[in-house]
């Protein structure tokens, strides 16, 4: 089968296409036959060196995958052999071929796109985890998130919809905040434009936020704890500014903050299965509903995964960027 590869310098111009054998689905696994493979950002960092995979996972690039399935590993009742679906992998995505836990796929939301099914679970998955089981988001409460008009930002604008809280979002520009408005959010903050921390402030009338979900870290860490109400949780998931900064502490103290995080990659089977069935069962039917959007923001042919990872570095996309691997 054919594969995204890339060289040890871990550059863009390192990408290229190789040949290797077709992965066996072993027990409780599906090999699925991949159409199209979500570009993510820990791709780019896995690439760079900065995020190698977890014992045991693919060393390909590729954290989710839509297609068709093309054979059942020992044990798997729930889908069949032609069946199309979307499926969280802990790598090997980038690849015509692609082995997933049989527990980790879902089928195909009535109506939409393989491309656009492609560009679910990662994002999907990693913000019901840290938004409702970590950040324990509700009805009635107010979060704040970072990046906005990421992947992962847009989902989390459609989760708090969903879920019924209020939601506010920084980005970089006007025309991402205009577009995250459009999407769901009820307020959005160019943090070009001035210090986001007093805007937020303005705008919640002084209280602040109850969650914060943060992909950014470094100074961002004590900006946010000034922002949260008594007993709210910070949860961060990335440390695009870096993992380290001088922190106070007392504030935590005495609001009774929670400060959390996770990755989802090196997480087990079980539980991401579990999160697996949270969104089968609450997330699913309203996507297939249209109560739930999605953003596709590019595709790009298989040969082109260097521009795609280019682009995601440039940051100038709004949502998500795919891969066709098969035309």
Request: with cysteine.
């Amino acid at each position: 089968m054919k594969y995204v590869s890339y060289g040890s310098e871990g550059t863009p111009e390192s990408m290229g296409l190789g040949e290797c054998a077709a992965p066996v689905p072993g027990p409780g696994e599906i090999l699925i036959e991949v159409h199209y493979a979500g570009v993510n950002r820990p791709d780019v960092a896995q690439r760079s060196g900065r995020y190698p995979p977890p014992p045991g996972a693919s060393p390909i690039l590729g954290l989710e995958v839509a297609g068709r399935v093309a054979a059942l590993g020992e044990g798997v009742t729930e889908w069949r052999v032609g069946e199309q679906v979307t499926a969280l992998v802990p790598g090997g995505g980038y690849a015509e071929y692609c082995v997933a836990p049989a527990a980790h796929a879902l089928p195909i939301p009535a109506g939409m796109s393989l491309a656009d099914a492609a560009s679910l679970p990662e994002t999907w998955f990693t913000v019901w985890a840290n938004l409702i089981d970590i950040g324990r988001l509700k009805a009635g409460e107010r979060l704040l998130v970072h990046g906005g008009s990421s992947g992962i930002g847009l989902t989390a604008i459609q989760l708090a919809n969903h879920v019924g809280a209020e939601v506010i979002v920084t980005v970089g520009s006007e025309e991402k905040a205009a577009f995250c408005r459009a999407f769901g959010a009820d307020t959005a903050i160019n943090y070009r434009s001035g210090d986001f921390v007093e805007a937020v402030k303005a705008v919640t009338g002084g209280e602040g936020v109850d969650v914060v979900l943060d992909m950014v870290g470094g100074s961002y860490l004590q900006k946010n704890v000034r922002l949260l109400r008594r007993d709210g949780r910070l949860v961060m998931i990335a440390f695009l500014e870096g993992s380290k900064t001088e922190f106070d502490f007392l504030p935590v103290m005495m609001k009774r903050l929670t400060l959390t995080g996770s990755t989802m990659r090196p997480r087990t089977v079980a539980e991401k299965a579990a999160i697996r069935n949270a969104l089968r069962d609450n997330i699913w039917p309203a996507l297939a509903a249209g109560k739930l959007k999605n953003h596709l923001f590019a595709t790009f042919p298989f040969a082109e995964a260097a521009d795609a990872h280019r682009l995601m570095e440039s940051s100038r996309h709004i949502g998500k960027i795919v891969l066709q691997v098969r035309p």
